[in-house]
């Protein structure tokens, strides 16, 4: 039994209401034998912020929670992390009707221009959703997608960081991130997100080669049957007492009732016994190239229609 992190977007203004919603959708999706490393697994959620953020800012947060293990959503027995999120495109439905002959366009037309589009709003998508029809007339339901006002203007830009060790250390990312953060500080806007593109590693290598020669004789066994018990191998300075060692391990086998097979290498280290050579390589830095997402002219919005739900679960 382990644990899994998860991330789940749900609406609703009300909080209980939408964990609710979110525990009995996961259930139904992924079962109700529990330990599903889902938000079903919880019994309580607690709200992180009081004040919302925009729905894409509130997934990254949720992100930077979980790779940071915040204390408040780290338990995998404890609640589930709530963050308070406005959705960036809202949802509008509008429903015309008119006469049969009128063309699929037109019909289009007339819910485009039937839609309320607040200032700083856009229309992102139309698309309808259902259709009657009489002997005179059509009518068609629509649904609009809307970009809410205040999301300001993005563009990215590719920088570059260097962080100390490799990228495969765990704590990799968090070391970008802080890099990141660190650059980003100068740059107007806010950083809405940030992705690694590439990443390449210094590498410090070291050999070491030992002094003078030492050569010593090894003598192993190899044993068969049901006892499989072996001696360590037993190291001599001389190929003379190697082999009499050898002939009596092998009286002693014989004697044992035991077959066993033996024999004798050479083995070659420096004079202090340490390898003739040895060498390692270690990352001392990886210089990694980040795209990074910056939104200028945003602002921060005044309604919750949604929740992130952040955290661990059993699994």
């Known amino acids: 039994m382990g644990a899994s992190t998860f991330i789940t977007q749900t609406s609703g203004s009300n909080l209980q209401e939408a964990f609710a919603a979110a525990c009995q959708d996961a259930s139904f999706e992924h079962g109700h034998g529990g330990y599903s490393g889902t938000v079903a697994e919880k019994h309580s959620v607690v709200a992180l912020d009081k ?16 790779e940071a293990r915040d204390e408040r959503i780290s338990d995998k027995w404890g609640p589930a992390g709530a963050i308070p999120v406005c959705s960036v495109v809202r949802t509008a439905r509008v429903t015309v009707s008119s006469s049969r002959s009128t ?53 990215t830009r590719t920088i570059k960081v260097v962080v100390d060790g490799s990228s495969s250390s765990m704590d990799f990312r968090r070391k970008v991130k802080e890099a ?10 806010q950083m809405a997100g940030w992705r690694i593109v590439t990443a390449s590693s210094k590498t410090k290598s070291e050999v070491t ?41 092998m009286a002693d086998s014989g004697a044992a009732g ?22 390692t390589s270690r990352c001392v830095s990886t210089t990694v190239e980040v795209e990074v997402t910056v939104i200028k002219g945003r602002t921060r919005p005044t309604t919750i229609d949604g929740w992130v739900l952040v955290g661990w679960a059993s699994c």
Do not use: C
């Open 180 to 189: 990141v953060d660190a650059k980003m500080t100068s740059v107007a806007g």
């Open 258 to 279: 035991r077959e066993a097979s033996f024999e004798i290498v050479a083995e070659t280290r420096s004079a202090e016994g340490a390898p003739l050579v040895s060498a």
């Open 103 to 155: 063309s699929s366009a037109a019909l289009e037309q007339m819910a485009r221009d039937k839609v309320r589009i607040e200032r700083g709003e856009e229309l992102v998508s139309l698309r309808s959703t259902s259709s009657a029809y009489d002997s005179h007339t059509v009518t068609v339901n629509y649904e609009a997608s809307i970009r809410r006002a205040g999301l300001g203007t993005s563009s």
């Open 51 to 66: 004040t919302p953020r925009w729905s894409d800012e509130g997934l990254a947060y949720a992100e930077a929670l979980l």
């Open 209 to 249: 080669v030992g002094k003078g020669r030492q050569t010593s004789y090894v003598l192993k066994e190899s044993v068969s049957g049901w006892n499989r018990a072996t001696d360590a191998p037993k190291y001599f300075s001389s190929l003379t007492e190697a082999k009499a060692a050898l002939k009596q391990a």
